[in-house]
């Protein structure tokens, strides 16, 4: 059976971005020996705008039934000032907790051809290639109690809970001591375990997992300030890296700008296998909505489609394909082939249009 | 009436710096118009092995009471499999939540003999001027209920919780709109507004005092996985950052290292000003207790010596004579005079005490 692919291209850039997605799909179609059903929904200001909710029950549905989705970006000023509950972000955090997408994998990779564009210096983060492996559906992101709550002295609090279980610490870890094992066979958990008791279960718990199964692979903890530091200090002493849902958030946008190409990097977020092993996966871009570029056809489009080849390496196993797409985005670069956010003396402007031309091209 | 200083130098390395900090207060005492009553206690590891605590009463007593407290490092590897309630750095918690030392400030700058020494490219960070404002008493770090519990299932959970009242984030707010004023006149101010009710009303009462208070400095708004990449990307858009205690500990600790020189970087942190227009308060360095060279007379005691300069400053309002310090450290470094941590070619090595002898002489 055709594979089914739901595209929630969102907000701001998404749907340019995505319409690039979209070709390569369709060129894959053509060209390879796999087809994709392809279908378009709508999440997060779009959704707002259409039906009132940043993502309806309906898209919900949708994306839970597809084999894999496709999120361009959420967000933007528009939307800014309404309340909590109805942020464009609630429709990406809803997707997430509902599909149960809990091991977050976020690369950070410095392209070759990309040095230069870091703000480091090229020796500290040429050949970078970490793997953050963030959980996505606990933590202070969705633990109870929390809210703004009206004190007797007429003042306010707000309140927020960080807490984790056994069982959401193992399954994401297992995540990373398996995509280690994949790599350099390095696993270095992070978490604020000296001021923070969910630190000390996580630290815990990794450990034991480690022990039980996965003793083959290194493991070492980190303080997470401490894990920010190294990560300008010396990024390439990483390989895995696991943490918690706002540890992950942080830390992972800190490795993402150390790479200079934050319009390169993608991300898939991923489910339990079911009996068929197939897992509930969404893959979208690290980079934002980027409000100021949108609809203008500058949007660097690389992320969006790196986040497919994800796609199809993760949810179903195409690495032959995936290899395809990145070896292209690689051969592009090198050519010289650039949107404006990764533009240096001596490479050639193109329009997000362009840049799709230039992979399908290649 | 003389300044009375408590001195806590801890575990590690703290004791080495602490003696550099020393020699210049006698010093002082002895070439300038002001006197100190220096005491030494324990803290840390080393009140651990001498009194089965972090923190003995006695000792937050003499530190409550003195002008200020002068602290050096906490922990050691030593400690390190301690439960969490015995740990070494709760000694250092137990001083800022006794002390209600609710102002964290953490000056973040990239010293003009240094500049080679960070990561990033040198038009990245010379000139770099951050003052981080790190709330330093609520938050996570302090939220009930907290602790790690077993679940009839057999699995465990383990549950912090992030809590802040309109009076915390408003005082703290001050702190860092009085600082702005002093100068470049901007506040950004960091959370997940996005994410967490707590970041909600984080933001909203920041934004209320600026309105009411402080509306002629520059107010902006920045999620902190935004900050953290942001700090990474162009550290020189930010004057003073304002933060929760957690986001805090991490950005204040990616600022620390785009400088290059942790071993250079102080910090004070400060409570309410009582009738006297006095603050409780502690300085201490950002670095931590080094084990790895502690006792070998490597370790720099710069920090400890600025720390003691944000003290003549903010304790003493002894301008000129913290002045005199900083001073004596740029022209010792412009001299080319280095500990191990700093040591470039074309400069000359020296231990800790040659690092004190060349202020002294300065
Ligand atoms: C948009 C926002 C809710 C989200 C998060 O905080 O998780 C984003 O920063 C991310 O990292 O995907
Ligand atoms: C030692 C530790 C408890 C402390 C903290 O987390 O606050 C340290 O990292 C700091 O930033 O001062």
Redesign the interface.
């Known amino acids: 059976a055709n594979k089914s692919l739901l595209v929630l291209a969102g907000d701001g850039i998404g749907p340019e971005v995505m319409g690039q997605v979209r070709r390569v799909v369709d060129w894959m179609d053509r060209r390879r020996a796999v087809s994709f059903d392809l279908a378009e929904d709508l999440v997060g200001g779009a959704a707002l705008d259409a039906h009132g909710v940043p993502l309806s029950d309906a898209t919900l549905e949708r994306a839970k039934t597809a084999d894999a989705v496709l999120l361009g970006a959420v967000?933007g000023p528009k939307w800014d000032d309404l309340p909590?509950e109805k942020?464009p972000?609630r429709g990406l955090?809803a997707l997430r907790k509902e599909m149960e997408l809990y091991a977050n994998l976020r690369p950070a990779i410095c392209f070759e051809a990309l040095v230069e564009a870091s703000?480091?210096?090229p020796e500290?983060v040429s050949g970078l290639d970490i793997m953050i492996v963030r959980e996505l559906t606990g933590g202070?992101?969705f633990?109870e109690p929390?809210?703004?709550f009206d004190?007797p002295n007429g003042?306010?609090?707000?309140?927020?809970?960080?807490?984790?279980?056994?069982?959401e610490i193992r399954r994401v870890a297992a995540v990373a001591f398996e995509l280690a094992r994949k790599r350099n066979n390095r696993v270095c958990s992070s978490e604020?375990?000296?001021?923070?008791?969910?630190?000390?279960?996580?630290r815990e718990?990794v450990t034991k997992l480690h022990a039980e199964t996965y003793s083959d692979v290194e493991l070492s903890h980190m303080y997470?300030?401490?894990c920010?530091?190294q990560?300008?200090?010396?990024p390439k002493q990483f390989d895995v890296i696991v943490t918690d849902n706002?540890?992950g958030?942080?830390?992972s946008?800190?490795a993402?700008?150390?790479t200079g190409s934050?319009g390169m990097l993608p991300s898939a977020s991923l489910g339990d296998p079911d009996e068929t092993g197939q897992r509930q996966a969404l893959y979208e871009p690290v980079h934002g909505s980027a409000p100021d570029i949108a609809g203008e056809n500058k949007a660097n489009p690389v992320a969006a489609l790196l986040s497919f080849a994800m796609c199809l390496r993760y949810s179903f196993d195409l690495a032959e394909d995936a290899d395809l797409i990145e070896e292209a985005v690689k051969a592009v670069l090198a050519a010289g082939v650039r949107t404006g956010d990764i533009l240096a003396p001596g490479t050639r402007a193109v329009s997000t249009e362009g840049m799709g031309d230039a992979l399908i091209a290649e």
Chains 1, 2 share one sequence.
């Not at 375990?193 to 279960?201: D, K």
Request: net charge neutral; aromatic share 8%; proline share 0%.
């Open positions: 967000g909590f942020k972000e955090l703000t480091l210096k500290v202070t992101y633990g929390r809210g703004i004190l003042e306010r609090k707000g309140i927020n809970t960080q807490v984790y279980t056994t069982h604020k375990a000296n001021v923070m008791e969910s630190g000390v279960l996580w718990e997470a300030d401490n920010g530091m990560l300008v200090r010396a706002l540890f958030d942080m830390l946008d800190v993402a700008m150390l934050l």
